[in-house]
Every structure is written in structure tokens, then in C-alpha cells.
């Protein structure tokens, strides 16, 4: 199986500015930041999207969100509030097919998205 650009950065292939790893997940700046505080939280399982996530992934899932909230309280953002979204293919506007959640913050964001 090719490994994904995500899969890369987990394993120290392609750098990236590491805030957090564990034997299960990793979380990294976003290289195009779209708010002034943008990480992204990655499984190191190469799981495609949300949508093919396996029942067996179930506690796998729970600590990415469990790590997505705790690297928003190490950035500071808890009391101010931040946004944790995963895009899932073509409409929801995925580009890496790597299960990977997006942690935005610093900066009041509008709803809905676009
Ligand atoms: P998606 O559009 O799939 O939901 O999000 C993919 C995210 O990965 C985008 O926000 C994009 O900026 C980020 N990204 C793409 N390539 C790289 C890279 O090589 N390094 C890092 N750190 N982020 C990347």
C-alpha cells in the first residue's frame, strides 16, 4: 500500500512542527493555516476518512478527539474556543486521504462554512 503524505509525517519522513505523539497518534502545525492557530490530528493508522473507519476504530477515534481538545488547551485556546472539523471526501473538501482532524483557533470563525 502507497503510504499517504500523512503516513510520511507520522513516521518522520516529510517534516512537520510536531506539538504531540504518542504510539497512536500524532498532531503537527498545518502547513497553510487557515486561522492564526491550525494543527491537524492524525491516527498513525492509515485510515482514509471518518467514512471508512472501521467499529473496531472506535477507541482509536475517542483519543483523537481526547488528544484534539488537550493540544487546544496546551495552545491556550479552551477559554476562548476553537473548532474541530474533519473533511470527508470530494464535497466535504478532503485533499488528504488520511483521516486527519483539524483543530482552528485564535480567531472568531464564521458558520456555516463554505
Ligand atoms: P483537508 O483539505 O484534507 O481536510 O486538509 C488537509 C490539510 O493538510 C490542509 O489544511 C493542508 O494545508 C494540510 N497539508 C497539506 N500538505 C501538508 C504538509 O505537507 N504538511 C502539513 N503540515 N500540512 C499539510
Redo the contacts with the bound molecule.
Sequence with gaps: MTKT??AK?ADGE?P??IVYEDDRVVA???????API?F?VIPRKPIASLATADQKDTELLGHCLSICASVAQQEGLTESGYRVV??IGED?????PHL?F?ILGGRSLQWPPG
Design positions: 503524505l500523512f509525517i516529510i512537520a512542527e503537527f502545525k498545518d502547513i497553510q493555516p487557515q491550525h491537524l474533519t473533511n466535504g473538501g478532503q485533499t488528504v486527519h483539524h
